[in-house]
């Protein structure tokens, strides 16, 4: 059975601390492994779409990685407006365009 | 502006009191899916729709239907709520071709009492 599993739950920060989330998968043939930011009372936003191992993608503080096996979401000096929780998804080859996402990653991160 | 929008915000219903929760969209996606978010267990798939008339099941349909009359509207339809549907209700849509990410809409929080 696919699974897409994320740690840790939740990951309190003070600001300018820098930190790695992860996101592990199984799945048979990885069509892309995409990374959402969700804010309290809001549906989740796009940050990233990884296709193959080694990929790297950046978009200010936040820089995802991609391994056969899992991705991990760094965030380098963290601010407050940062806090939410990130969700990682994968959409496997031969499955159309559905996704399975993991339960997410909570971060708060502290002034 | 392109979005995804969803109705009701917040719905307390009770029990076996049929509802619909509608979904539309405006930028002329083809795929569109209905997701339950529950703590601990992330965004669960409910139905997806490829293109008008074209739906199928996801990972938990049960106690729910969905219909494509149009291509932006996807309305979810709890016929009998229980409380186990009390959850936060998320719909999306994408263009439609594999790679291609998801928009949200802000979500409908189902409560059924």
């Known amino acids: 059975e696919d699974q897409v599993t994320q740690s840790p739950e939740a990951l309190r920060l003070q600001e300018g601390e820098s930190s790695s989330l992860n996101c592990s998968y199984t799945v048979s043939g990885l069509r892309g492994l995409f990374w959402y930011r969700q804010d309290p009372g809001k549906g989740p936003e796009f940050l990233f779409t990884?296709?193959?191992a080694g990929e790297e993608k950046e978009k200010e503080r936040l820089k995802a990685t991609l391994t056969k096996k899992e991705s991990f979401l760094h965030i380098t000096a963290p601010k407050p407006e940062d806090s939410a929780t990130y969700l990682c998804?994968?959409?496997?080859?031969?499955?159309?365009?559905?996704?399975?996402f993991g339960p997410g990653t909570r971060l708060s991160v502290l002034p | 502006e392109a979005q995804v929008t969803q109705n009701p915000r917040y719905l307390i219903t009770v029990t076996g009191k049929k509802l619909t929760v509608t979904c539309s969209q405006n930028?002329?996606?083809?795929?569109m899916s209905w997701y339950r978010q529950d703590p601990g267990l992330g965004l669960r798939q409910i139905y997806y729709s490829m293109n008008v008339e074209v739906t199928d099941k996801g990972d938990v349909p049960e106690g729910y239907k969905v219909s494509r009359k149009e291509k932006r509207n996807f309305p979810l339809i709890l016929e009998s709520p229980s409380p186990n549907q009390t959850s936060l209700y998320f719909c999306?849509?994408?263009?439609?071709?594999?790679?291609?990410?998801?928009?949200f809409g802000s979500g409908t929080q189902l409560s059924v009492l």
């Open positions: 930028m002329n996606h083809e795929y």
């Open positions: 998804a994968v959409q496997e080859a031969d499955y159309g365009q559905n996704f399975v």
């Open positions: 999306a849509s994408s263009p439609g071709h594999t790679n291609e990410k998801l928009f």
């Open positions: 990884l296709y193959s």
